[in-house]
């Protein structure tokens, strides 16, 4: 299935409105069934990120930002979903994802900029694509090329994730910054009381 969604950056689609009704419930589902192994990550500093996490594949450990072997793996139906919309949007890559970082926000919570750069070096080298599946409620989704800081973020592109939209980063925008710094909370979200009125970030990535 080919698509031919928005280019926000070189190697960063924009896809919205993707995923069926029936495939986002299928990924509550599966938050639902493993909610109580989400945590807080906390930094070497001492300060949290303002979310909840749960990984697949390998677990990212926030003290030394780097990967961990874990038991958690990938569902086989979360790649088909991955493969059925974006194996056309890279077709020199070999789309191969051995990790999931799920993260679920509620009320304030936010993730300031960064780069998603604990990858091998290989594999960033390479520019093999970062895939991201939004469900629940809405955020603002910020991004740019280089890193801005907190009071600068009114400068940084900015994009509003809906529930069952999806987007990538590969190739030259591979390392973009990017971020949420705010959720819409909605009535409309059928997924609002599963959620507690939240967000699901489904990230998928190799290693």
Same mark, same amino acid.
């Given at each position: 299935?080919?698509?031919?969604?928005?280019?926000?950056?070189?190697?960063?689609?924009?896809?919205?409105?993707?995923?069926?009704?029936?495939?986002?419930?299928?990924?509550?589902?599966?938050?639902?069934? @493993?909610?109580?192994?989400?945590?807080?990550?906390?930094?070497?500093?001492?300060?949290?990120?303002?979310?909840?996490?749960?990984?697949?594949? %390998?677990?990212?450990?926030?003290?030394? @930002?780097?990967?961990?072997?874990?038991?958690?793996?990938?569902?086989?139906?979360?790649?088909?979903?991955?493969?059925?919309?974006?194996?056309?949007?890279?077709?020199?890559?070999?789309?191969?994802?051995?990790?999931?970082?799920?993260?679920?926000?509620?009320?304030?919570?936010?993730?300031?900029?960064?780069?998603?750069? +604990?990858?091998?070096?290989?594999?960033?080298?390479?520019?093999?694509?970062?895939?991201?599946?939004?469900?629940?409620?809405?955020?603002?989704?910020?991004?740019?090329?280089?890193?801005?800081?907190?009071?600068?973020?009114?400068? +940084?592109?900015?994009?509003?994730?809906?529930?069952?939209?999806?987007?990538?980063?590969?190739?030259?925008?591979?390392?973009?910054?990017?971020?949420?710094?705010?959720?819409?909370?909605?009535? %409309?979200?059928?997924?609002?009381?599963?959620?507690?009125?939240?967000?699901?970030?489904?990230?998928?990535?190799?290693?």
């Amino acid at each position: 299935m080919t698509y031919s969604g928005p280019e926000l950056l070189g190697g960063m689609f924009y896809l919205p409105n993707q995923l069926t009704l029936l495939e986002q419930k299928h990924f509550v589902k599966f938050y639902l069934e @493993n909610k109580n192994s989400f945590i807080q990550p906390v930094f070497r500093s001492g300060s949290k990120i303002h979310l909840k996490m749960f990984c697949l594949g %390998k677990h990212w450990n926030s003290l030394t @930002n780097k990967y961990e072997n874990s038991s958690n793996q990938i569902p086989n139906w979360m790649i088909e979903i991955i493969n059925k919309y974006c194996k056309n949007l890279y077709p020199t890559q070999n789309l191969d994802f051995d990790i999931c970082v799920i993260n679920h926000y509620v009320g304030s919570d936010r993730l300031g900029l960064h780069r998603d750069s +604990a990858e091998s070096k290989e594999t960033i080298a390479s520019g093999h694509p970062v895939i991201s599946f939004s469900i629940g409620a809405s955020a603002n989704f910020l991004f740019n090329e280089k890193y801005l800081q907190w009071n600068e973020l009114k400068n +940084a592109k900015q994009i509003l994730l809906n529930s069952g939209d999806i987007i990538t980063f590969g190739e030259k925008a591979r390392l973009c910054y990017h971020g949420v710094n705010k959720l819409k909370i909605s009535n %409309k979200n059928p997924f609002s009381s599963f959620l507690n009125n939240g967000r699901l970030n489904f990230t998928f990535r190799k290693y």
